[in-house]
């Protein structure tokens, strides 16, 4: 298998693995701080806002290739593992019916962090005033 058929078969499964964990953040058997930790973790990963800039060279895209697959291993060893089981399936019969829309999720984060800046400017202004 060639290296980059290696490296879309490894995103294609770290892509179903963080619609896996929406599918357990929707769960009810998954503990609250599970839930709490996997919201986090889907939101990082379909977030067009990084940490790390994507143009700055080799660190832009570090914290997408570290960040998101290590919360994906640690989210998987807090949520149990029926459900993690049932969550895949949920996830593999998603992308398999339909082409995930990203667009929902982006909006969705944007908003949050529109919200979130505001919030700070906010806080800052009466801060500074």
């Not at 998603?94 to 999720?105: E, G, L, N, Q, T």
Request: net charge positive.
């Amino acid at each position: 298998m060639s290296p980059v058929a290696r490296w879309k078969q490894w995103a294609e499964k770290l892509t179903r693995e963080t619609f896996t964990l929406y599918f357990a953040c929707r769960d009810p058997r998954t503990p609250w701080y599970a839930k709490a930790l996997a919201a986090c973790v889907v939101a990082y990963a379909f977030s067009p806002i990084d940490l790390i800039p994507d143009p700055i060279p080799i660190l832009g895209h570090l914290d997408d290739l570290v960040l998101v697959p290590l919360g994906v291993a640690l989210v998987c060893r807090l949520v149990p593992r029926e459900v993690m089981a049932d969550c895949r399936e949920r996830a593999r019969t998603f992308m398999d019916c339909k082409k995930p829309k990203y667009r929902v999720a982006a909006v969705a984060v944007v908003l949050i962090w529109l919200a979130l800046a505001v919030a700070g400017g906010r806080l800052l202004w009466n801060f500074l005033a």
